[in-house]
């Protein structure tokens, strides 16, 4: 059998060989109720990510994993306990940490091209005219969309609408990319091909990345750790599995043919199993 990262529920304590990036320690995300009693929805979370690692949160709805990442964003505030990035505690948004959302999020009245443009002038104010066409036309072919620079959102694809949140996500250089549920509004054709796109930009220039998803093979092909979530409310880690394949994911061999060398072999085999089991064992309720 191989050997997982694993913690018992409840009782995590994450350990890197080296100082962590972003840290959470003993995070609890609560709301008031009109019976004044607090409705807790994260409780006693404790993660450390590194600075070029790429972790994926999985659990069913309701378990507290948007809710977490939107922490992490400075997008929500946790009732007690610490997120740190870099030694900094996390307090509000902030240009370090980007957000590729599931709905894309795009000025319908602006073109590609101006959509990641917003960002670059929002965030990179020293940066010269001549800088700021230079860094959109960069990261416009780092997703293949100089062709469709000019278009506008309701011209391109579910697909290509999804490349202009990332370029624009990481046109700023930000230190941290968050992505919540990423690719779950596209069909599985577009979905497997912008996975590919996505990590092999990532090979290139690495930064942290914490990814919400619902699928456990895009996350075992995707990330270095993945981090399984127990049920809510009152939800908090209760596993994490450390990914055993070498990257880069995207190899020289047909692309095709390397996924399904990965997930054709034992040990993709037997974290997949590990993973599904988990969820099985401990999310029970309907969704």
């Known amino acids: 059998m191989m050997e997982y990262t694993s913690l018992p529920i409840n009782t995590q304590t994450e350990v890197l060989p080296r100082p962590g990036f972003l840290e959470i320690e003993n995070l609890v995300k609560s709301y008031p109720t009109p019976d004044k009693d607090n409705f807790v929805v994260l409780d006693g979370v404790n993660l450390t990510i590194g600075e070029d690692e790429y972790i994926s949160v999985i659990g069913h709805s309701g378990c507290g994993k948007s809710t977490l990442l939107k922490i992490v964003a400075g997008l929500e505030k946790a009732t007690s306990?610490?997120?740190?990035?870099?030694?900094?505690?996390?307090?509000?948004?902030?240009?370090?940490?980007?957000?590729?959302?599931?709905?894309?999020?795009?000025?319908?009245?602006?073109?590609?091209?101006?959509?990641?443009?917003?960002?670059?002038?929002?965030?990179?104010?020293?940066?010269?005219?001549?800088?700021?066409?230079?860094?959109?036309?960069?990261?416009?072919?780092?997703?293949?969309?100089?062709?469709?620079?000019?278009?506008?959102?309701?011209?391109?694809?579910?697909?290509?609408?999804?490349?202009?949140?990332?370029?624009?996500?990481?046109?700023?250089?930000?230190?941290?990319?968050?992505?919540?549920?990423?690719?779950?509004?596209?069909?599985?054709?577009?979905?497997?091909?912008?996975?590919?796109?996505?990590?092999?930009?990532?090979?290139?220039?690495?930064?942290?990345?914490?990814?919400?998803?619902h699928d456990v093979d895009e996350a075992i092909y995707m990330s270095d750790r993945i981090v399984l979530m127990t049920n809510g409310p009152a939800a908090s880690i209760g596993e994490i599995l450390k990914i055993p394949f070498e990257r880069p994911r995207v190899s020289e061999a047909p692309l095709k043919e390397a996924r399904a060398a990965m997930r054709n072999s034992k040990e993709y085999f037997e974290l997949r199993n590990h993973a599904l089991n988990f969820l099985d064992r401990y999310f029970t309720q309907d969704e």
Not at 106 to 118: A, D, G, H, Q, S
Not at 143 to 155: C, G
Not at 163 to 192: H, N, Q, S
């Open 81 to 213: 306990g610490s997120v740190r990035l870099d030694g900094q505690e996390i307090r509000q948004p902030g240009a370090e940490r980007m957000m590729v959302f599931q709905n894309y999020s795009l000025l319908p009245w602006l073109t590609v091209r101006e959509n990641i443009r917003l960002a670059v002038d929002e965030v990179l104010k020293n940066a010269n005219r001549a800088e700021k066409i230079s860094i959109v036309n960069q990261h416009l072919a780092m997703v293949n969309l100089t062709a469709a620079a000019d278009k506008y959102p309701d011209e391109i694809s579910g697909g290509m609408k999804q490349r202009v949140g990332i370029a624009r996500a990481l046109a700023i250089r930000p230190k941290m990319l968050l992505m919540d549920e990423p690719f779950g509004a596209l069909d599985a054709l577009t979905r497997g091909k912008l996975q590919r796109q996505v990590l092999d930009i990532w090979e290139n220039n690495r930064q942290a990345v914490m990814m919400i998803t």
